[in-house]
């Protein structure tokens, strides 16, 4: 079965830094997300792509966050100054058509991210 | 808001155990319904779903039913294998007032099949 690729697994970057985590949704499909998760709490949706721009938002996808497709096959979340609290597993997901029809979604392995 | 609550883990069976991981939601509208597994360096995969009451999902032997009564989609298996041994998410998806549907998760739940 195809799969969504996510690097890296481990990031460990210090406060104030900016980071990339990058993903490679399965290439057939459209629409494109981050979630996270912090340890012991649930798995929080951060913001929808489709058609080159983000779709929906949740309200931790502030400023400090941005997500692009910069060449039709990777899709990268950045955290420009990161925080503490942003130390998290961090999973990319895609899917064909989006959540409208039910449709489920493909997800990476996750990054887990350690902000010291 | 919707929300998700599931069973906090761990759980620790022995095979051929009966499993029953319980999920309750609250949700506007009528959401669908879903269980996600992630095995250990995995990501999460779609293990069932159910998109209206009283439809019930099933796959490798587990089944949940949408019981919108009681909003809930436990999550059931007769007998459980060493194999099942992963981290199981219950979600729903739902209009979040906007034009687009996102998941909703639970916290997650460990499960551990020893032999």
């Known amino acids: 079965e195809p799969e969504v690729t996510q690097t890296p697994s481990h990031q460990v970057t210090q406060m104030g830094q900016e980071v990339i985590l990058r993903c490679v949704p399965i290439?057939?499909?459209?629409?494109f997300y981050w979630y996270r998760q912090i340890l012991g709490q649930k798995v929080e949706f951060l913001v929808s792509?489709?058609?080159?721009?983000?779709?929906?938002k949740s309200e931790i996808f502030d400023d400090q966050f941005s997500v692009e497709r910069p060449d039709g096959s990777n899709f990268t979340l950045k955290i420009r100054s990161t925080k503490l609290e942003d130390s998290a597993m961090y999973f990319c997901?895609?899917?064909?058509?989006?959540?409208?029809?039910?449709?489920?979604?493909?997800f990476g392995s996750g990054t887990q991210l350690s902000v010291l | 808001g919707n929300s998700v609550t599931q069973m906090e883990g761990p759980v620790t069976l022995s095979e051929e155990a009966f499993l029953t991981i319980n999920c309750t939601y609250t949700a506007t509208g009528y959401p669908s319904l879903f269980w996600y597994v992630q095995y250990p360096g995995e990501g999460l995969q779609l293990l069932l779903k159910a998109t209206k009451a009283d439809d019930k999902g099933s796959n490798k032997g587990f089944e949940a039913t949408y019981r919108k009564e009681t909003t809930s989609f436990h999550l059931e298996k007769g007998s459980v294998q060493v194999s099942d041994s992963a981290v199981y998410f219950c979600?729903?998806?739902?209009?979040?007032?906007?034009?687009?549907?996102?998941?909703?998760f639970g916290k997650g739940t460990l499960l551990t099949v020893n032999p």
């Open positions: 792509f489709y058609n080159n721009e983000i779709s929906e």
């Open positions: 997901a895609s899917s064909v058509r989006g959540l409208l029809t039910n449709e489920k979604l493909f």
């Open positions: 979600a729903l998806s739902a209009n979040s007032g906007g034009s687009n549907y996102k998941l909703t």
């Open positions: 290439s057939n499909h459209l629409y």
